[in-house]
């Protein structure tokens, strides 16, 4: 039986109460949490639930009654939605029946192993569109592109939330936020591409993470600008300027070509040297970047609004450095964590979480320190660091298109060998 619609102000959004839901309703008006005890136990709740619940986000109004009312219609719609999406597994035998099934790493080319990964494995030299389609199959890569996915999603409804009240064309001073939004897209959609479909072919592995590690460089610079130009304090301004951008566009492209080389070399150098590689100019490009953060968590005074977030993201970061480097649940778990649990999952959801963190911080620098970025960077410098972005980009790719007809040229001479 359907229940009767409740009287109040949502109820054009109505959708069908369900028993869970009506529980969390109940539970949540209970509930006695303010923002300022969610604040202080957890820093970023208020962030965190804001964008799931922006609506609930008002200092006016009481959060779990609010809240109580929201949840229950969003889960309402959610559990409506999940019922849709169920139907996709289904759909897609319909559309494509042929999909063949997933493969144990015994009947895959050692190449593609991945270390404690012992199932899930696509089959290779498949058509396009079953690459595709294996977005909604179950197989190892599953969680790594959907975590990207969900990410980019996130950015874009920010993106649009900022756009409402941030002038991008016109105000020259919201370009380095701007060039932040769209590395960010970049680097999580060029991730998402190629955890996707480079399973199609050795080249193609190859060629989709060199295409990933040219959106990681752009993240790097777009990180940078948003640190200089808003999160830097005068005194490390003064240090720095003239030399700042220039260098960490050319830290970009070195760790671009360090993360390409490292890859291209992946089984003909010792582990140290593709780790020394990948992990040193990406390691220098972190600490340069982000210093300008590094100096003002160091210096500012307490009752710094946007502190948190840049704690928030430098505590996000270093956390999905470990999962980067370390194979970590799947060490301890051998062949269970072929689907879900992955180091590499948890490092895609971490850098998220910093991304989010770092978007918060610079917006709130860049309403609340106008005074400060105004008089220490003139108009002229942000449409120089927008030039310096795309030039950064070409030149990446640049590097990246020269390393795959490296690779291009290495397996045709392998494979005439043969
Ligand atoms: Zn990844």
């Known amino acids: 039986m359907v229940a009767r619609p409740p009287v109040h102000a949502l109820q054009t959004n109505w959708v069908p ?16 949490v303010s923002w300022k005890a969610v604040e202080t136990f957890f820093p970023w709740g208020r962030f965190i639930l804001s964008w799931t619940f922006p609506e609930a986000a008002s200092e006016q109004q009481d959060p779990p009654v609010v809240m109580a009312t929201i949840v229950m219609e969003k889960i309402g719609r959610l559990f409506i939605n999940l019922q849709q999406v169920r139907q996709v597994p289904r759909m897609l035998t319909e559309v494509a029946p042929s999909m063949p099934g997933t493969l144990r790493d015994s009947e895959m080319p050692r190449f593609f192993r991945e270390r404690h990964i012992h199932g899930g494995y696509r089959p290779l030299h498949q058509d396009w569109r079953y690459y595709f389609l294996s977005l909604f199959q179950r197989h190892n890569e599953t969680v790594n592109v959907w975590t990207h996915l969900l990410g980019a999603l996130l950015v874009l409804l920010k993106a649009a939330q900022l756009a409402e009240t941030v002038d991008f064309v016109r105000d020259a001073h919201a370009w380095p936020l701007l060039v932040l939004l769209l590395s960010s897209l970049g680097y999580t959609g060029c991730s998402a591409t190629a955890h996707l479909l480079a399973a199609k072919s050795e080249f193609c ?18 990180s940078a600008v948003a640190h200089f130009y808003y999160a830097v304090e005068e005194d490390w301004h003064r240090r720095v300027r003239g030399v700042f951008m220039p260098a960490a566009a050319l830290l970009c492209c070195l760790s671009c070509l360090g993360c390409c080389y490292g890859k291209y070399r992946n089984h003909s150098l010792p582990p140290w040297v593709r780790k020394v590689g990948q992990v040193v100019p990406s390691s220098l490009a972190y600490t340069w970047d982000t210093s300008p953060v590094f100096h003002r968590m160091l210096t500012c005074a307490p009752g710094d609004p946007a502190l948190p977030f840049h704690c928030g993201q430098v505590a996000f970061f270093l956390s999905s450095a470990f999962f980067f480097t370390q194979p970590l649940p799947e060490r301890w778990l051998p062949g269970r964590c072929d689907f879900l649990g992955q180091g590499h999952q948890l490092f895609h959801v971490l850098l998220v979480l910093c991304t989010l963190c770092q978007i918060q911080a610079s917006h709130l620098d860049y309403v609340g320190r106008r005074a400060l970025y105004g008089r220490l960077h003139g108009d002229g410098e942000a449409r120089f660091f927008l030039v310096l972005f795309v030039a950064t980009g070409l030149a990446c790719a640049s590097i990246a298109v020269f390393m795959a007809r490296k690779v291009g040229r290495l397996l045709e001479r392998r494979d005439r060998s043969k």
């Open 17 to 32: 109460e369900l028993p869970f839901q009506r529980r969390t309703a109940a539970i949540m008006s209970k509930t006695t």
């Open 205 to 222: 592995h190859f060629a989709f993470f060199f295409l990933d590690y040219v959106g990681v460089a752009q993240y790097q610079y777009g």
